[in-house]
C-alpha cells in the first residue's frame, strides 16, 4: 500500500512564492518517476513537472524559468518549489509517483490547494 501526501500548500500575493512537498508513506520503493499536475476550476488535470528516479527533470513550457522540481529519493519525497506566482497557477497541485515492476503502476496524492490573488 503506497499513500502519497501533499503539504505546503495555501494562499499567496502575486509574484510570491511557495514550497510543495510530497512524501510516500511506503519507503521500500523507489519509484521510477515521480512528478506534478495541478487542475483549476473548469479545466482539466495537466502535468507541471516530472523527475525521474535519477534526478533528470522535465517542466512544461508555462513553469520554466519559474518552477523548479528536486527528489530526495532515498526518502520518496518530491519537492516543487514555485516562484514568481500569478493568478493562472491557481489549482488544486497533485502529486504523482509510478512504479515499474512488470507492469506499470501509479499513484496519486489527495491534492493541496494553491491560491493566488490579490
Known amino acids: 500500500q503506497v499513500q502519497l501526501v501533499e503539504s505546503g500548500g495555501g494562499s499567496v500575493q502575486p509574484g510570491g512564492s511557495l514550497r510543495l512537498s510530497c512524501t510516500a508513506s511506503v519507503t521500500n520503493f523507489v519509484f521510477n518517476n515521480m512528478g506534478w499536475y495541478r487542475q483549476a476550476p473548469g479545466k482539466q488535470r495537466e502535468l507541471v513537472a516530472t523527475?525521474?528516479?535519477?534526478?533528470?527533470?522535465t517542466y512544461v513550457d508555462f513553469v520554466k524559468g519559474r518552477f523548479t522540481i528536486a527528489r530526495d529519493g532515498p526518502r520518496n519525497t518530491v519537492y516543487l518549489q514555485m516562484t514568481s506566482l500569478n493568478a493562472q497557477d491557481t489549482a488544486v497541485y497533485y502529486c504523482?509517483?509510478?512504479?515499474?515492476?512488470?507492469?506499470?503502476?501509479?499513484?496519486w496524492g489527495q491534492g493541496t490547494q494553491v491560491t493566488v490573488s490579490s
Open positions: 523527475i525521474t528516479h535519477d534526478g533528470s527533470a
Open positions: 504523482y509517483a509510478e512504479l515499474v515492476i512488470g507492469v506499470r503502476t501509479e499513484y
